[in-house]
């Protein structure tokens, strides 16, 4: 009977696992519970968005639109680099370096959304044509019409959850 190679038993298990839906980590498989389906969007079912009740229409004025604001409600990097870690893991990404992931808001914190809500916050890729850097310009823009009052606040919330690469032009300001 002839012996099959370890790394070729290796890589079989690990495909095997693959087409379960499964990742292996550290010598474990976990689950891939979120779909890369969807970039440079976040799995809508992992990331729906979620807003902070502290921004509203009318709180804006002394909210978002004061400079240096979100500084003030911006998790530490060592609450987001312990999340981004395991939503890699659940994302099913097979470059788990950290390095290549924003851990990013959805809905970002310039325009109401919540600081530290999992459903908010994702393991951006920074690599690909449309990446993170993409969408803080889109983020500045809606925030700069909202507070002008060209846009409301939660026009600008829902063009950004329905599709941050296109919610520009569907107000109109792309």
Not at 51 to 56: A, G, R, S
Not at 91 to 118: A, I, Q, R, W
Request: a negative charge.
């Amino acid at each position: 009977m002839s012996r099959i190679s370890r790394p070729l038993v290796t890589s079989l298990s690990a495909l095997a696992l693959a087409a379960a839906g499964l990742t292996v980590t550290a010598g474990t498989a976990h689950a891939a519970t979120c779909s890369q389906d969807y970039l440079p969007l976040p799995d809508p079912s992992c990331q729906p968005g979620d807003l902070n009740p502290d921004v509203t229409q009318g709180t804006i004025d002394s909210t978002i639109c004061v400079s240096g604001w979100t500084a003030t409600v911006r998790p530490s990097s060592s609450y987001t680099t312990a999340l981004k870690k395991k939503q890699i893991v659940e994302y099913g990404y097979t470059d788990t370096s950290t390095s290549d992931y924003e851990e990013d808001h959805f809905v970002p914190l310039e325009l109401g959304g919540s600081p530290k809500s999992e459903l908010n916050l994702w393991p951006e890729p920074e690599y690909g044509d449309t990446t993170a850097a993409n969408k803080d310009t889109v983020e500045n823009k809606l925030k700069k019409a909202v507070c002008a009052g060209t846009v409301t606040l939660t026009d600008a919330q829902d063009a950004i959850m329905t599709d941050w690469t296109t919610a520009l032009s569907s107000l109109g300001l792309g």
